[in-house]
């Protein structure tokens, strides 16, 4: 087959795949914005700037190890595990300050390097989701899945400004994009849990149905900021949620305390 007989048949694939990651660019520029909001101007930007970099940068490693990332589970449901993390520790750190020694469970009382570092373990885990169903659509040539994913980083890029206006302009998508990222956490433990049920759909009709769950939870936090009864029928359920989520958030956040207190130290006294 020739070369342009080659480009023409992987045309559909890469032109999915740009519909498919502009759209979906929607969760990753939110939350590399909202956790980088804290931060002041020049810090923010550097570090979303930096945030768009290692997207693109952990999609092309995942790339590149995506026969290992989807032979093996265990990568992609640590992965998943921590995008739910950072949901229920963003909602714990909203009923009071973290505790001193407890510094991994919130994610907004954090340095320039804490804020860089959580945002590249987001990218690298929502890359390991994104590279697996991409691999799914083109699984013999990859270089229409790289052609794709570039295309997909720069929307993120074009896409990641409005976030940071959204933001600017509706506070509460700072909270939609945690409830986002673990939309995303959640539904990839659902795969793993799932697999044969979830891969009968496939790929496509994956990326379509996260897609619209990405527009139906924005539309309703948009709605629960706005209206009062949507408030009053929701509030009931997220109290609920609440404790389950914090329980998580400090299960984790100690075994993330315990993993990087030799690092800390390390830095600490580097300093000195």
């Known amino acids: 087959m020739g070369l342009w007989d080659q480009f023409v048949e992987a045309l559909p694939v890469v032109a999915a ?5 502009g759209l979906l660019s929607v969760d990753n520029a939110l939350a590399i914005a909202a956790m980088a ?10 570090a979303m700037n930096i945030g768009y970099i290692g997207a693109y940068a952990f ?32 909602f714990s750190s909203q009923r009071g ?11 907004h009382q954090r340095t320039f390097g804490g804020t860089i570092v959580m945002i590249s373990l987001m990218d690298l885990s929502l ?3 994104n590279v697996v169903a991409a691999v799914a659509l ?13 295309i997909g980083i720069i929307a993120l890029r074009l896409v990641a400004d409005v ?12 909270h939609t994009a945690f409830i986002l990222v673990g939309y995303v956490g959640l539904l990839l433990l659902a795969e793993l849990q799932f697999h044969e049920l979830f891969e009968g759909l496939g790929p496509t009709k994956l990326k379509l149905i996260k897609f619209a769950g990405i ?8 709605l629960w900021s706005s209206k009062a009864w949507v408030r009053s029928l929701l509030n009931p359920v997220l109290r609920l949620l609440l404790l389950p989520m914090e329980l998580f958030a400090l299960l984790v956040g100690a075994v993330i305390t315990l993993l990087t207190w030799p690092f800390k130290r390390v830095a600490s006294s580097l300093r000195r």
């Open 17 to 21: 795949l740009v519909v498919i990651e």
């Open 37 to 46: 909001s804290h931060l002041q101007d020049a810090e923010r930007r550097r």
């Open 59 to 90: 999609r092309i490693l995942a790339l590149l190890f995506a026969s290992v990332i989807i032979h093996n589970h265990s990568i992609m449901f640590v992965g998943a595990l921590y995008l739910v993390w950072l949901m229920c520790a963003h």
């Open 97 to 107: 300050a973290a505790p001193e020694e407890g510094e991994a469970v919130n994610v």
């Open 127 to 129: 890359s390991v989701d």
């Open 138 to 150: 083109s699984p013999k040539d990859l270089w229409p899945v790289y052609v794709g994913v570039t």
């Open 163 to 174: 976030a940071l206006k959204m933001i600017q302009r509706y506070p509460v998508l700072e």
């Open 215 to 222: 527009v139906l939870l924005i539309g309703l936090t948009l």
